[in-house]
Structure formats: structure tokens, C-alpha cells
């Protein structure tokens, strides 16, 4: 079964510093692997997206994941946080052997300190 | 490109009521799907259809719930009779159901139950 799971609800930062936020996924096949980015009244933004062309993934607004198959991991970075940043972030799996069903984790709030 | 369109943003209803939700995909994309977001529960998957086709309504929480999609530019999400704990975020988002492609949401439907 396929399922994705995202450590720490909440991560604090201070603007500039880096951000770290951790997901790791369970899948019996290789995955397709996403983040989205959810700001306050709106719907979800992809980030970007896992696709097995390459370990290292850029998405828009410097940010990027690395795609560690040894670690089940695809976390998500960004070298300096900008209080732009603060929003929701969701990572989530596909089900492509389903017709497309993604299914997310918790989702992991990021808050930016001046 | 218009996005993926819902109506209403926000909807107040009484316990007992019946509410509908509207959706609009993305002229092109075959794929359709209904997620519910609360605090408690994360985005949960209620529905997805394809070809306007349902394909897996197993996260429709009863027969309260019910999802049609009678034509690929249109759908509806409606609750009958709604309560209180049906309070949440609804949201519709679509895809062109291939591969590892993205889904692209809409800005969601506010529901209170009162």
C-alpha cells in the first residue's frame, strides 16, 4: 500500500534561514511524489513534482525536494526563508495504477520569524 | 486558462438542509476530484472520477454524500440532509489523469452547518 507521511505539524524559522520540511512515503512500487503549498483562503499549489528523470527536483520560489529511495524520503528545502513563505505545505503520493487518486500527509505549517 | 472553478466560496446552511456544490474543471482534463479539509482530518479524497466516470467513492463518509459528474465540464458534490459536522473545506480539483500528472485545484467551498 501506498502512503505518505510528513513529520512535525509545525516548523518555525526565522526569515533567512533554512527550511526544512520532512516527508517520507511507503510504496510498493516506484513512487510519483508531490508537494503543494497551500496560503491562507486559497486551494493547493504544486511545488513540484518527483518523476524518476531526476533525484534532485526544483519547484517554483527556490524551493526543491531530493528524492532519497534508501531513506523513503522526499524532503522539501529552501536555502533562505522569506516570510512570503509562511503557508501550508503538503506532500502526497499517486496511485497512478488507480487512474491518478493522490493522497496526502498531514500537511507541516510554516511559520516565518522576522 | 480559467482554473479549476467552484461555487459557491462560502456557504451557511441550517442542520437538515441540503447543500450543493458546484465544480468546473479544466477544460481538457479527463480526471475530477472531490476533497473534504478540516483541522481534525486533513484533506481526505471523498470521490474521483474519470471519464466522468466514478471510480472510487470509498471516501464518501455516508450516504449522505453523493457526487455526480453528468458531463466532463461539470460536477457537483451535495449533502442530504447536512449537519453539523459536515463543516469544513470542499475542494474540487482536476487533472488530465495520465502518468504523474499534477492535480490543479480550485479555491474551495467554505461550508458551515449550523
Known amino acids: 500500500a501506498q502512503s505518505v507521511t510528513q513529520l512535525g505539524s509545525h516548523v518555525s524559522v526565522s526569515e533567512g534561514a533554512l527550511v526544512l520540511l520532512r516527508c517520507n512515503y511507503s510504496s510498493s512500487v516506484p513512487p510519483y511524489l508531490f508537494w503543494y503549498v497551500q496560503y491562507p483562503n486559497q486551494g493547493l499549489q504544486l511545488l513540484l513534482k518527483y518523476t524518476s528523470a531526476a533525484t534532485l527536483v526544483k519547484g517554483i520560489n527556490g524551493f526543491e525536494a531530493e528524492f532519497k529511495k534508501s531513506e523513503t524520503s522526499f524532503h522539501l528545502t529552501k536555502p533562505s526563508a522569506h516570510m512570503s513563505d509562511a503557508a501550508e505545505y503538503f506532500c502526497a503520493v499517486l496511485f497512478y495504477n488507480q487512474g491518478g487518486k493522490l493522497i496526502f500527509g498531514q500537511g507541516t505549517e510554516l511559520s516565518v520569524k522576522p | 486558462d480559467a482554473g479549476v472553478i467552484q461555487s459557491p466560496r462560502h456557504e451557511v446552511t441550517e442542520m437538515g438542509q441540503e447543500v450543493t456544490l458546484r465544480c468546473k474543471p479544466i477544460?481538457?482534463?479527463?480526471?475530477l476530484f472531490w476533497y473534504r479539509q478540516t483541522m481534525m482530518r486533513g484533506l481526505e479524497l471523498l470521490i474521483y472520477?474519470?471519464?466522468?466516470?466514478?471510480?472510487?467513492d470509498s471516501g464518501m463518509p455516508e450516504d449522505r454524500f453523493s457526487a455526480k459528474m453528468p458531463n466532463a465540464s461539470f460536477s457537483t458534490l451535495k449533502i442530504q440532509p447536512s449537519e453539523p459536522r459536515d463543516s469544513a473545506v470542499y475542494f474540487c480539483?482536476?487533472?488530465?489523469?495520465?502518468?504523474?500528472?499534477?492535480?490543479?485545484f480550485g479555491n474551495g467551498t467554505r461550508l458551515t452547518v449550523t
Open positions: 480539483a482536476s487533472s488530465i489523469g495520465q502518468g504523474n500528472s499534477p492535480l490543479h
Open positions: 477544460s481538457g482534463h479527463n480526471s
Open positions: 472520477f474519470n471519464n466522468n466516470v466514478p471510480i472510487d
